[in-house]
């Protein structure tokens, strides 16, 4: 009986889990609102770049994209090493300004990703001080794209979440709520699995990289559930 009971509770363990855990497959519609793939190229690394993107394409949208333009030049300066070090160390920092949460800066939520992502940019920091050749790689490129990516959407969900406990029959803000965990389940994947590459590197922040990677873990469950 006592065994049965273990694997009762393991199974409603695990029926929790998942349900905390949103899906990886893109969702194309929520509460009744269609998701545009647009949305998309707004926080992912490599865009779509199609013509008939309502973001990617210049003609339509040519001063959001010159924002977003900048924010990527500025990301694969750092990720390529083509700066100086006096130049690298502000590019960082405008990197973070790019990505900054819009509102609830002062969050628990937002102090925690915040502290764990200005910790990780010391180590990106340290490593463009010694000229680290894991700086050129796709790992390295995809932590400095989004672990700012995920600090912004803690606290664009963050904003989202008052929006809804204010107007909560608003489709438009359900939608929102809903893309952008799963936008946090894309991230989370993306940075876990840089970070465990970055992690068996040989270099001189091999420690660092281990430790963003624990305390990551721990702060998993807390942004989904947001």
Aim: with cysteine.
């Amino acid at each position: 009986m006592e065994k049965k009971m273990d694997t009762y509770k393991s199974k409603q363990l695990t029926k929790n889990e998942t349900k905390l855990v949103p899906a990886l497959t893109r969702p194309a519609r929520i509460a009744g609102v269609e998701i545009p793939e647009w949305w998309d190229c707004q926080w992912q690394r490599i865009p779509c770049n199609k013509k008939a993107c309502f973001l990617c394409s210049k003609q339509e949208v040519e001063e959001a994209w010159d924002v977003i333009a900048d924010a990527r030049a500025v990301l694969e300066e750092v990720s390529v090493g083509a700066l100086p070090v006096s130049q690298k160390r502000t590019a960082i920092g405008e990197c973070a300004e790019c990505h900054a949460p819009l509102k609830d800066s002062n969050h628990p939520m937002s102090r925690s990703v915040g502290k764990w992502a200005d910790e990780l940019f010391e180590v990106f920091m340290a490593g463009v001080v010694e000229d680290a050749w894991w700086l050129d790689t796709e790992a390295a490129a995809e932590v400095e794209w989004y672990a700012p990516v995920l600090l912004d959407k803690v606290g664009q969900q963050l904003e989202t979440n008052a929006w809804l406990s204010s107007d909560p029959r608003n489709q438009v803000a359900e939608a929102d709520h809903g893309y952008t965990r799963y936008v946090f389940a894309e991230c989370l994947l993306k940075l876990e699995r840089s970070l465990r590459e970055l992690a068996l590197y040989d270099s001189g922040q091999k420690a660092e990289f281990a430790l963003a990677i624990a305390r990551l873990t721990r702060l998993k469950q807390r942004i989904l559930k947001l």
